[in-house]
């Protein structure tokens, strides 16, 4: 197991496509692994791979108030969406941010388990919101993209100062 470093907007490998896991090996359960631990570790709920720089279709979450029920999305897609709400949003590659964006209220999606096994099901309250932000992420969006661009250019302003200053210890 190994923690992993999470890449900050506006980093542009953010921004790239991650393709999709041909063959389920040992290599896909290792990531997976290393990605749920870095989500426990930065107190996430989600974690896509191409939030730790790697290109590949794999999401990581946990949405037990417990923190002990990981579940791993291999290849998810949204099939059907129906509805539309806002749900209050942050996002571990965008530290200290959270705001309301629009996103469909349920969705039908598919994916596949580590040993293969494709999945389908429909999901509603935070499962789907998290689903659509973390496919979000496979093809290179943040949900800040669904802000204006001047709230978007201000945020960014505010975390590259913060990342160029040190972090005071009193
Ligand atoms: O930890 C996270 N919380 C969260 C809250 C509302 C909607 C989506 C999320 S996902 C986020 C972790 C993350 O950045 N996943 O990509
Ligand atoms: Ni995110």
Redesign the pocket.
Same mark, same amino acid.
């Given at each position: 197991m190994s923690l992993l470093p999470?890449l900050h907007f506006p980093d542009p490998r953010l921004r790239k496509q991650a393709k999709p896991v041909v063959t389920m090996d040992a290599s896909v359960r290792t990531l997976a692994d290393d990605m749920l631990e870095t989500?426990y570790a /930065?107190? #996430?709920? #989600? %974690? @896509?791979a191409i939030?730790v720089n790697v290109q590949l279709r794999v999401?990581v979450?946990d949405l037990s108030e417990e923190r002990n029920q990981p579940r791993v999305f291999i290849n998810p897609v949204i099939l059907t969406s129906e509805g539309t709400g806002e @749900?209050? /949003? #942050? !996002? %571990?590659? *965008?530290p200290d941010f959270?705001e309301k964006v629009p996103r469909a209220e349920r969705v039908t999606y598919r994916y596949q388990e580590l040993d293969g096994k494709t999945i389908e099901a429909t999901a509603d309250g %935070?499962l789907a *919101? !998290?689903l659509q932000? /973390?496919i979000d992420?496979l093809n290179g969006k943040l949900?800040i993209d669904y802000l204006s661009p001047l709230k978007r250019q201000r945020l960014r302003k505010k975390i590259e100062k913060s990342e160029r200053e040190p972090v005071p210890v009193l």
């Open positions: 999470v989500m /930065e107190r #996430g709920i #989600g %974690l @896509a939030q999401v979450m @749900a209050q /949003e #942050g !996002c %571990l590659s *965008v959270y %935070l *919101v !998290c932000h /973390e992420h949900f």
